[in-house]
């Protein structure tokens, strides 16, 4: 229960505190014991992260068989779709947000959250360290190890500078509820410098240039927002303003949105066209000053561009937190972005660890070469070839197994891999579909290169939560009743059905209460019924009714008063 977490008195080899069970009582003044295996106490979950992942999991974990164990620095989980909103006082940032310990409370099973963030992971010794980032002093205490059964690493990304000189000391970042204060306090101090009488018309223009770095959906959103403020609310206040604001989208591909369907390209584009907004495609950023920006147009020759700007947002994908890129050295995964993990999460080469979420991938390499193995398996005659039936046979199994592949095909809008196979002209014969086993190995290995990973997404980091938080709630049942679905057994399998993602769509807010929205099914909605099916699909989504009704009750404040401009 509640007791079996205690800090120990003596200190372990590390000279850190160690987090182990209170029975477990320290050898000979060395206290890293492994608890729940020694004593045959309930098995200890440590959870790394209250994000979408960490906290998905932590929700649909109903077994009480667990003493879990969470760490992370911030103890809330943050609604992030909702952020770009709170860069500009649409919703406020309390609103957003859950603390963890309301989410924990009410479940039947046994959770303990530590304020700290995991700066070693040590697989060998089944061990994660951690740092107390509160900053009240703790005698130089604040560091600790705690012992894992189990470990769950759900702890997301960070912002991605592609160590572009300048970007990190100027840009502002748009991944943390702070980030998003900053934001909103920095774009009114702004218009109040603007505002200063001592300040020349030229001064006052780059003061109120806002250049936003990522024509992703958040710095696409962003830079929407931004434009709904100034154009709704803040030009009323800040009436000289009106001519001298400027909000500039550099991209540094050919296209805004460029994952979305063309259509909602195309429409964004000319949408930011009509507002105003200047979008700058193939402008690649080299260098960020405190003063400038210098882009390397691919349109004009390559050459290189300077422009003064007032605020800049850095919105170009994510990277990988320091933590995960020790932790994938020491388990022979260098050079990755995200720890590999197979398809039940649990990290390549380690059992009792998994990963989900944006900290982790799915290595599609490894489910090529299983697939692979599938085949030649089903050949018992060992010709090289698979009858129809055969076939059609090993074709279910793959796509029940492996889902990628079968998000792949949708994609695709192929109906089955004997498509793939023709346009990777290997030898089918069409009447009998007699497959070349040798020649599908070379087409399966040109689709593993065209196949993509998962989207780094809240909702494949929220169902993956859940899908595991489900494995580890029959865990105990299936370690007794191990007769599972035979393709399921095995070596090297899991006992479980392997993790597939659901795609629901996604939206993309293009301001003015429009909405482009890509729904399963390769349906677009673009437009003011999209705004309001984006409200109502993330209304429902939020984490708790409090959130829920703090959310509605900002729209409804904007709607009737306007977004606040204090700057507070
Ligand atoms: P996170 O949610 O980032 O959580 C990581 C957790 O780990 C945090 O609690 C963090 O404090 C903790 N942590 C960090 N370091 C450590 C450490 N060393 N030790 C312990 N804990 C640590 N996705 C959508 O599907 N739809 C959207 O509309 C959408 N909009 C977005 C808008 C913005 C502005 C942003 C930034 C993201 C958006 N996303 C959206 C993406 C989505 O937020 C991420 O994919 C999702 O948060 C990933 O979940 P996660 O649990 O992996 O990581």
Same mark, same amino acid.
């Given at each position: ?139 130089? &205490?604040? #560091? ?7 470990? $769950? =690493?759900?702890?997301?990304? !960070? *912002?991605?500078?592609?160590? %572009? ?10 991944? &943390?509820? #702070? ?7 920095? $774009? =009114?101090?702004?218009?109040? !410098? *603007?505002?200063?009488?001592? %300040? ?369």
């Amino acid at each position: 229960g509640g007791g079996l977490v205690a800090y120990s008195d003596a200190k372990p080899d590390s000279g850190m505190n160690a987090i182990t069970s209170t029975e477990a009582k320290p050898h000979n003044g060395t206290n890293v014991i492994p608890s729940s295996e020694a004593d045959g106490k309930k098995k200890r979950v440590v959870v790394l992260g209250t994000g979408w992942a960490g906290t998905s999991f932590l929700k649909n974990l109903k077994n009480s068989s667990y003493d879990v164990q969470v760490i992370s620095p911030r103890n809330y989980f943050a609604f992030t779709p909702l952020l770009p909103s709170v860069t500009c006082g649409t919703v406020e940032p309390r609103s957003i947000v859950e603390p963890i310990r309301n989410i924990v409370r009410k479940k039947s099973v046994d959770v303990h959250y530590w304020e700290a963030e995991c700066f070693k992971i040590d697989a060998d010794n089944k061990k994660v360290y951690c740092r107390s980032n509160l900053t009240t002093d703790l005698n130089g &205490e604040e #560091e600790f190890s705690v012992d894992y059964d189990y470990l $769950v =690493i759900a702890i997301g990304a !960070r *912002a991605n500078t592609f160590n %572009i000189p300048g970007v990190a000391e100027n840009c502002h970042f748009l991944k &943390e509820i #702070e980030d998003a204060q900053r934001i909103r306090r920095t $774009v =009114i101090d702004c218009f109040e !410098r *603007a505002s200063l009488p001592s %300040i020349t018309d030229e001064e006052r223009k780059k003061i109120l240039h806002f250049v936003v770095i990522g024509g992703g959906p958040t710095g696409v959103e962003f830079a929407a927002e931004l434009h709904d403020y100034v154009n709704e609310d803040l030009v009323k206040l800040y009436p000289k303003a009106k001519d001298l604001v400027k909000i500039t989208l550099l991209e540094a591909t050919d296209h805004i949105l460029n994952m979305f369907d063309k259509r909602i390209t195309a429409f964004a584009e000319e949408k930011f066209q009509r507002d105003g907004i200047d979008v700058k495609t193939g402008a690649m950023v080299v260098k960020v000053s405190d003063k400038e920006i210098s882009t390397k147009e691919v349109k004009n020759g390559g050459n290189i561009y300077s422009m003064p700007y007032g605020m800049a947002v850095w919105s170009t994908g994510i990277g990988t937190r320091p933590v995960i890129m020790n932790f994938m050295k020491q388990i022979g995964q260098p050079n990755r972005r995200a720890l590999a993990t197979d398809e039940w999460l649990r990290v390549e080469g380690s059992d009792s660890i998994y990963a989900l979420g944006d900290c982790a991938t799915i290595n599609q390499r490894k489910v090529m070469e299983d697939i692979c193995a599938i085949f030649r398996k089903a050949d018992k005659d060992n010709s090289g070839t698979l009858t129809a039936n055969e076939f059609q046979e090993v074709l279910d199994d793959i796509c029940e197994r492996y889902p990628q592949v079968g998000l792949y095909l949708k994609q695709k809008q192929k109906n089955s891999l004997v498509d793939l196979l023709k346009d990777s002209k290997a030898d089918v014969v069409k009447e009998s579909v007699e497959v070349n086993l040798e020649e599908f190995t070379v087409a399966l290995s040109q689709v593993d290169s065209q196949m993509k990973n998962l989207p780094a997404t809240a909702q494949v980091a929220a169902q993956q939560g859940s899908y595991l938080a489900d494995c580890f709630n029959r865990m105990e049942k299936c370690e007794k009743n191990p007769e599972g679905p035979l393709r399921f057994r095995g070596e090297g399998r899991h006992r479980f059905r392997p993790f597939r993602y659901k795609h629901f769509g996604q939206f993309a807010p293009l301001g003015g209460e429009q909405t482009a929205a890509q729904l399963p099914g390769d349906l677009v909605s673009i437009g003011y019924s999209s705004q309001w099916l984006w409200y109502s699909v993330y209304a429902s989504k939020l984490v708790s009714w409090r959130t829920r009704a703090l959310v509605i009750s900002d729209w409804g404040r904007r709607f009737i008063f306007g977004r606040d401009s204090s700057g507070i």
